[in-house]
Nanobody
Framework: QVLLVESGGGLVQPGGSLRLSCAADPSIFKPYTMGWDRQVPGKERELIARITYDGITHYEDSVKGRFTIFRDNAKNTVYLQIDNLKTEDTAVYYC????WGWGQGTQVTVSS
């Protein structure tokens, strides 16, 4: 049973932008904290950003100023806007609902 579905990944040039979306089953969206992790092959998964149901956000230091997390509670969707993409942002990005778990991920590749 798929409860979190990510979309919006792809290949983008350095300096470009992407908006990732994560559509969630209502049962794991309200009133839970949602967020995004990312994982580079061979490295541990790291938290990027999270947002409470009321809109309080937290970002990992390395992405502050370039990443913006927001949610549309009416659509049960959480988004991750990524600007000024860097090659080191290349990773699989996973949406999560705390405490329910993660989606299957969407690949973001930053390359010229």
């Amino acid at each position: 049973q798929v409860l979190l579905v990510e979309s919006g990944g792809g290949l983008v040039q350095p300096g470009g932008s992407l908006r990732l979306s994560c559509a969630a089953d209502p049962s794991i969206f309200k009133p839970y904290t949602m967020g995004w992790d990312r994982q580079v092959p061979g490295k541990e998964r790291e938290l990027i950003a999270r947002i409470t149901y009321d809109g309080i956000t937290h970002y990992e230091d390395s992405v502050k100023g370039r990443f913006t997390i927001f949610r549309d509670n009416a659509k049960n969707t959480v988004y991750l806007q990524i600007d000024n993409l860097k090659t080191e942002d290349t990773a699989v990005y996973y949406c999560f609902s705390a405490p329910w778990g993660w989606g299957q991920g969407t690949q973001v590749t930053v390359s010229s």
